[in-house]
Every structure is written in C-alpha cells, then in structure tokens.
C-alpha cells in the first residue's frame, strides 16, 4: 500500500483511518518485529501489575477485577484478541482457585460479553490510584498481592 493511496481513501474520517491502519501494517507485517511506540510503552509499564495479579490469582473480588481491570488491559492496552483475552482470563480464575481457594464461578458468556463491550467503548483500565479512591476493599488485595 503506498502513501498516494491513503490519501486517496481519506474521503471520511472512518476511511482514512483505516487506510492508515493498513498502511502502517502494511510497513511491518510482522508485528513481533516492529518497535512499539514510545508512548504505548509507557502505559504497559503502569500496569505491570496486572500481570503479576493475574498470574497469581486473588482471594476476592475475582469479577470486579475482570470487569474493571483485566479485560481491559489485555484487550486496550496489550491488544490481544477476545478469544487470547478470554484464555487469559481464564488463567486468572484458576490461579484465584488453586492459589487463593476462590472456586465460584464465573460464567463465560459473561466473560465474552466484559470483553466485546471493552472493545468496542475502548474503556481504559482502572488505575491502582483509581481502585484505591473508587473500591477500597479491592484496593487492600491487590495491594497485599503485588506487595505495594
């Protein structure tokens, strides 16, 4: 794709969005090769956390998390897919099980549904600044799991 092209697509600005989106595919097809952007890099890094929590798993508030936190960082700011996204979390929920003893469950159809709606509104995920002012209780678990 070359560059004459997006501006030729750039009739609307859904058009010329993902003329660009093509375009900068396009120039590192191979996404595990290319740099990420410096500002990307940054948000991934404030949410570290996440990860640790999801590999360990929590005692409570296993839906809040999800909700609030998880689906939301795999999906807007790690980019993975809802079928990646729903693996993970799901990997949350065993480790919340094995490690903590938190076995309800938590539907998947649900699950799905958090994602698509994360997608599609682009909803960032909550802060620990955020889950401390907003769910205290929240805050104080996933405070002692990432030893803040």
């Excluded at 092209?5 to 600005?13: F, K, Q, R």
């Amino acid at each position: 794709m070359s560059w004459d092209h997006v501006v030729e697509s750039c009739v609307s600005i859904e058009n010329c969005i993902e003329a660009l989106e093509r375009f900068f595919k396009s120039m590192c097809p191979d996404e595990s090769l290319c740099e990420e952007a410096h500002g990307k890099v940054k948000v991934r890094r404030r949410f570290v956390w996440v990860d640790k929590i999801i590999e360990s798993g929590v005692p409570d508030g296993r839906s809040r998390l999800i909700l609030y936190v998880i689906s939301r960082y795999l999906v807007n700011i790690k980019g993975l897919g809802l079928d990646e996204a729903e693996k993970t979390i799901s990997i949350f929920i065993e480790n919340s099980c094995k490690n903590h003893g938190n076995c309800g469950k938590i539907y998947r159809s649900w699950i799905r549904r958090v994602l698509e709606s994360v997608k599609s509104r682009g909803w960032p995920p909550w802060s620990l600044e955020k889950i401390k002012e907003k769910d205290p209780q929240l805050y104080d678990i996933v405070s002692r799991i990432v030893e803040l």
